[in-house]
């Protein structure tokens, strides 16, 4: 596609259940970024792609989080047994070869998560 | 841990002046630098970038100064518009980092007509 595309683009759930996020990113974008944003805060790194493999998973807050990616395409954030402290906006980027033209590091509009 | 970090939070100007936005750095590592325009329900948006080589850096309307030696980052918006209020963010990429991005606070700039 044209963009970044995330969804849904606004998640309301219960604590406690498992919610899942979606980002598509630009079609041939090799790498794919997953980042959190608090409500006037910056952005917090999560997990970085490169193809299907997952070489920086630093920045997964617990166990209750995990990401996959499937076809060098479309990845999953899943976040199990949810907490009010999960609330936030969560953003997806994608870009061409790492290493090269971070210009290229595109962001979706996000999926905002309310934890209720 | 190293982090980027934002002196205002809250910048207000008056259309057609011009704007300053600072960062301060604090990983003497990173090696490229970026700001962002988040305008409100959208993801950031790429302004301006500059590797360290370098320490000013033109576009159009806009300009990114680095200053290495006090680790500062600075964003000039000439003539401001009201279509440039947002939050901005600079962002620091370390060498080998696989492109992951280290992002600061933000700062609101408002503009009053």
């Known amino acids: 596609g044209a963009g970044v595309s995330q969804s849904p683009s606004n998640k309301v759930t219960e604590k406690g259940k498992d919610v899942e996020l979606r980002c598509d990113p630009i079609s041939g974008h090799t790498a794919l970024y997953w980042y959190r944003q608090r409500l006037g805060q910056g952005l917090e790194f999560l997990i970085y792609?490169?193809?299907?493999?997952?070489?920086?998973k630093s920045g997964l807050p617990s166990d209750r989080f995990s990401a996959e990616r499937t076809g060098e395409s479309v990845s999953t954030l899943t976040i199990q047994r949810t907490q009010q402290e999960d609330s936030a906006v969560y953003l997806c980027a994608s870009s061409s070869v790492p290493g090269q033209d971070l210009y290229g590091y595109t962001f979706g509009s996000g999926t905002r998560l309310t934890v209720v | 841990g190293e982090s980027v970090g934002l002196h205002l939070p809250t910048l207000s100007v008056q259309e057609g002046d011009n704007s300053i936005i600072n960062c301060a750095y604090s990983n003497s590592a990173s090696d490229y630098f970026i700001w962002y325009k988040q305008e409100s329900g959208k993801g950031p948006q790429f302004i301006i970038d500059?590797?360290?080589?370098?320490d000013k850096r033109q576009g159009q309307r806009v300009t990114v100064l680095l200053n290495k030696t006090v680790k500062h980052l600075s964003l000039q918006i000439a003539a401001t518009q009201p279509g440039d209020s947002a939050v901005y963010f600079c962002?620091?990429?370390?060498?080998?980092?696989?492109?992951?991005?280290?992002f600061g606070t933000g700062t609101q700039l408002k503009v009053e007509l």
């Open positions: 500059i590797r360290s080589n370098m």
């Open positions: 962002a620091e990429n370390m060498a080998g980092g696989g492109n992951k991005l280290t």
């Open positions: 792609f490169q193809g299907n493999s997952a070489p920086d």
